[in-house]
């Protein structure tokens, strides 16, 4: 990391944050997301992704998945569910993981959203939810799951 990178992360992941807190306020009230949140989300992950200075290979991944959202996953999920993901992505392709934490990042948003619908009786026999529910609060969460998760795992070291 290079130096003063820590002030620049810190700022970017507290503005990336409001963007997505907004997000998932919309997405609550109004099950609706303005592009305007987007369009704040994506410096932030972009100024994310150049403090952990990135090389080619994951902008490539962020690249890569970010397509993967846009085109096969728009269609299993809303639009706005497809930005929030690719906004996220950005500050999880980082190092030599390419879009393994992305993806991990998916998984565990799925498998909140089940555990908290199973609970709440809004799943049918087919798996597919009752009454439709926002999802992006569902990411927002997991995507402070895995940050935190990538940060304990990068600054501990375990010697065998």
């Given at each position: 990391?290079?130096?003063?990178?820590?002030?620049?992360?810190?700022?970017a992941?507290?503005?990336?944050?409001?963007?997505?807190?907004?997000?998932?306020?919309?997405?609550?009230?109004?099950?609706?997301?303005?592009?305007?949140v987007?369009?704040?989300?994506?410096?932030?992950?972009?100024l994310?992704?150049?403090?952990?200075?990135?090389?080619?290979?994951?902008?490539?991944a962020?690249?890569?998945?970010?397509?993967?959202q846009?085109?096969?996953?728009?269609?299993?999920?809303?639009?706005?569910?497809?930005?929030?993901?690719?906004?996220?992505?950005?500050?999880?392709?980082?190092?030599?993981?390419?879009?393994?934490?992305?993806?991990?990042?998916?998984?565990?948003?799925?498998?909140?959203?089940?555990?908290?619908?199973?609970?709440?009786?809004?799943?049918?026999?087919?798996?597919?939810?009752?009454?439709?529910?926002?999802?992006i609060p569902?990411?927002?969460?997991?995507f402070?799951?895995?940050?935190?998760?990538?940060?304990?795992?990068?600054?501990?070291y375990?010697?065998?």
């Amino acid at each position: 990391m290079r130096k003063g990178a820590g002030v620049i992360r810190i700022m970017a992941y507290i503005m990336l944050s409001g963007g997505l807190l907004m997000a998932s306020w919309m997405d609550r009230k109004e099950c609706w997301v303005y592009n305007y949140v987007w369009w704040w989300c994506l410096p932030w992950g972009c100024l994310l992704a150049l403090a952990e200075g990135w090389n080619i290979r994951t902008w490539i991944a962020a690249a890569g998945f970010t397509a993967l959202q846009q085109l096969v996953f728009g269609h299993m999920y809303g639009r706005a569910d497809c930005h929030a993901f690719s906004v996220c992505a950005l500050a999880e392709c980082t190092g030599d993981t390419g879009i393994l934490w992305p993806l991990c990042h998916m998984l565990l948003a799925v498998i909140l959203l089940t555990v908290v619908q199973l609970f709440h009786g809004n799943v049918t026999l087919d798996g597919k939810l009752r009454i439709p529910q926002p999802f992006i609060p569902y990411i927002t969460v997991s995507f402070w799951m895995v940050t935190v998760l990538r940060y304990f795992l990068n600054e501990t070291y375990i010697y065998a």
